[in-house]
C-alpha cells in the first residue's frame, strides 16, 4: 500500500488477556518504529527496528511488552496479561533508511482495556 | 532527556488570520525538527522537517523555523482556513537519531 496500515484500527478486551497488534510499514523502509499516545503523557517512543533487529527497545514500558518484526517488513507488538494503563493510541511509524529523514505514520490501533 | 514544549496548547482563530505556533527545546544538539498535523482519530501527518544546518522550511502556506542555539522552532500559518483546524506537534529526535520527542501538541481550531 502507499502508507503505513496498522490493525485493527480499534481493540477492546478484558484486563489479563494478551492483544497482538500489527503494523505493515510502507514498502522498501528499513527503519520501523512504534509510539504510544495517551492522554496524560502525550506520545511515548517505545521501540525501534532497523531490519529484523530491534537496536533499542528502551521505552517498552515493561517486560509484558514484546515487539517483533519479520521479513523485514512486518511487525507486531503484543501485550500480554493486559492492564487498564495500557489503554491508549499505539502508532507505528516507519523511515525509509535509519538517519534523518521524515517518519510516516499509521492511524494507530486504538485499544481499550476494560 | 531531551524537553520539548509546544505553546499555546489551545488557539482559536477566525478564518483568514496568520498566525505562529511555538515549540521550544532543550537539548541543542539535534539532527532535525519537524512538525506534524494530527487530526481527530488519525494519525500523524508529517507537514515539515528542518535539517539541523537549515534556518527554515516553506510549504505552501506553512513556514517552519528554526533556531538551534535558542532552542527554539516556530511553524507560521498564512492565511488560516477551517481546514487547518487539527492538533500540531514538533518532535525533535534522541540524541541516538531516530526516536522521536513530541511537545504535547497545540489544539487549533479555525472558525468560519
Known amino acids: 500500500g502507499a502508507g503505513v496500515s496498522q490493525s485493527p484500527s480499534n481493540k477492546v478486551t478484558e484486563k489479563g488477556k494478551d492483544v497482538e497488534l500489527r503494523c505493515d510499514p510502507i514498502s522498501g523502509h528499513t527503519a520501523l518504529y512504534w509510539y504510544r499516545q495517551s492522554l496524560g503523557q502525550g506520545l511515548e517512543f517505545l521501540i525501534y527496528?532497523?531490519?529484523?533487529?530491534?537496536?533499542?527497545k528502551s521505552g517498552l514500558p515493561s517486560d509484558r511488552f514484546s515487539a517483533e518484526r519479520t521479513g523485514g517488513s512486518v511487525s507486531t507488538l503484543t501485550i500480554q496479561r493486559t492492564q487498564q494503563e495500557d489503554s491508549a493510541v499505539y502508532l507505528c511509524a516507519s523511515t525509509l533508511t535509519n538517519s534523518n529523514q521524515p517518519q510516516h505514520f499509521g492511524d494507530g490501533t486504538r485499544l481499550s482495556i476494560l | 532527556k531531551q524537553e520539548v514544549t509546544q505553546i499555546p496548547a489551545a488557539l482559536s482563530v477566525p478564518e483568514g488570520e496568520n498566525l505562529v505556533l511555538n515549540c521550544s527545546f532543550t537539548d541543542s544538539a539535534i539532527y532535525n525538527l519537524q512538525w506534524f498535523r494530527q487530526d481527530p482519530g488519525k494519525g500523524l501527518t508529517s507537514l515539515l522537517l528542518?535539517?539541523?544546518?537549515?534556518r527554515e522550511q516553506t510549504s505552501g502556506r506553512l513556514n517552519a523555523s528554526l533556531d538551534k542555539s535558542s532552542g527554539r522552532s516556530t511553524l507560521y500559518i498564512a492565511a488560516s482556513q477551517p481546514g487547518d483546524s487539527a492538533t500540531y506537534l514538533c518532535?525533535?529526535?534522541?540524541?541516538?537519531?531516530?526516536?522521536?520527542?513530541f511537545g504535547k501538541g497545540t489544539s487549533l481550531l479555525v472558525t468560519p
Open positions: 528542518i535539517q539541523s544546518s537549515q
Open positions: 527496528f532497523q531490519g529484523n533487529s530491534a537496536p533499542d
Open positions: 518532535a525533535v529526535p534522541s540524541r541516538s537519531g531516530y526516536a522521536l520527542n
